[in-house]
């Protein structure tokens, strides 16, 4: 520990904030710049996952993916959170069967209540500039962030998306939602090509072309649905790269998820004023 406190490291701290509903709750993780100062105003950037398989708010050092992405752009002079909702997996059978039956319904509005309910007690978390980043079911709740809460979240990054739930792999969507001939209001609520116009910010997709996970096919119809809807969004493709980016692809990944949220969300401290998130 001498030696992080060296290096000028600052350990995230926990909290927990609200739910949409004012009862459940969230578990936070939050991840301060170098150098925070409590008196000024920070963009604020949440590192998504929101799926059902487990939950990403880090509990030990290594914090891992997540926590190492968040970590990375606090250095960068952002504060960055992770949030654990309802529909998380490892909190128990109620928390985690929150989203039975309407997976992508639930999980945005939650995060936002969450969000506010961290700045009610926190003024440094400028809501007037928000930022989202996820991948995998992280990059659909990152797109949907964007679409679901678009006065709210700003820019966002996007990776390995899916747009359809009804038409990408049945192993992680089917146990919550069922078979889509048998739900098929719940495919439709759950779909984020529909919600293309709704975009009103700043977003980064990136895909590899031979992910089996989230497959080409579903950044390309998402991709369309832009532009039907007369929405511009910028577009990294890595050639040949699975849903774990190898080598120089990933680096060229990182650069772009740094540069992308350095132009359009710049990480300036403001002095003090009136939340207009």
């Given at each position: 520990?001498?030696?992080?406190?060296?290096?000028?490291?600052?350990?995230?701290?926990?909290?927990?904030?609200?739910?949409?509903?004012?009862?459940?709750?969230?578990?936070?993780?939050?991840?301060?710049?170098?150098?925070?100062d409590p008196s000024l105003r920070y963009p604020v950037i949440e590192v998504i996952y929101a799926g059902p398989q487990w939950m990403i708010v880090?509990?030990?050092?290594?914090?891992?993916?997540?926590?190492?992405?968040?970590?990375?752009?606090?250095?960068?002079?952002?504060?960055?959170?992770?949030?654990?909702?309802?529909?998380?997996?490892?909190?128990?059978?109620?928390?985690?069967?929150?989203?039975?039956?309407?997976?992508?319904?639930?999980?945005?509005?939650?995060?936002?209540?969450?969000?506010?309910?961290?700045?009610?007690?926190?003024?440094?978390?400028?809501?007037?500039?928000?930022?989202?980043?996820?991948?995998?079911?992280?990059?659909?709740?990152?797109?949907?962030?964007?679409?679901?809460?678009?006065?709210?979240?700003?820019?966002?990054?996007?990776?390995?998306?899916?747009?359809?739930?009804?038409?990408?792999?049945?192993?992680?969507?089917?146990?919550?939602?069922?078979?889509?001939?048998?739900?098929?209001?719940?495919?439709?609520?759950?779909?984020?090509?529909?919600?293309?116009?709704?975009?009103?910010?700043?977003?980064?997709?990136?895909?590899?072309?031979?992910?089996?996970?989230?497959?080409?096919?579903?950044?390309?119809?998402?991709?369309?649905?832009?532009?039907?809807?007369?929405?511009?969004?910028?577009?990294?493709?890595?050639?040949?790269?699975?849903?774990?980016?190898?080598?120089?692809?990933?680096?060229r990944w990182q650069r772009a998820l740094r540069d992308h949220f350095l132009e359009h969300l710049p990480p300036r401290a403001l002095a003090s004023?009136?939340?207009?998130?």
């Open positions: 520990r001498s030696r992080l406190d060296e290096l000028g490291w600052t350990a995230p701290t926990r909290a927990v904030a609200k739910a949409a509903d004012g009862v459940s709750d969230c578990f936070c993780a939050i991840y301060l710049p170098p150098g925070f880090p509990r030990r050092m290594p914090a891992g993916e997540y926590g190492d992405t968040a970590a990375a752009l606090a250095q960068l002079g952002y504060v960055a959170v992770i949030i654990d909702s309802p529909g998380t997996a490892g909190i128990g059978r109620d928390y985690q069967d929150a989203v039975y039956g309407r997976l992508g319904q639930i999980e945005i509005p939650d995060h936002v209540a969450a969000l506010r309910n961290l700045a009610a007690t926190r003024p440094w978390l400028d809501l007037s500039r928000v930022g989202v980043h996820g991948k995998s079911w992280g990059g659909y709740f990152a797109l949907r962030a964007m679409l679901m809460a678009p006065g709210f979240y700003r820019v966002g990054v996007a990776s390995a998306v899916v747009a359809d739930l009804a038409t990408t792999a049945e192993s992680p969507v089917v146990p919550y939602l069922g078979l889509p001939a048998d739900n098929p209001e719940a495919y439709a609520a759950a779909d984020c090509l529909p919600l293309a116009d709704q975009l009103d910010g700043d977003l980064l997709i990136t895909i590899g072309t031979s992910d089996r996970n989230t497959p080409f096919g579903q950044t390309m119809r998402m991709v369309d649905a832009f532009t039907e809807a007369g929405k511009d969004v910028d577009l990294l493709v890595m050639p040949g790269q699975h849903h774990w980016l190898q080598g120089a692809s990933f680096a004023g009136p939340e207009e998130g």
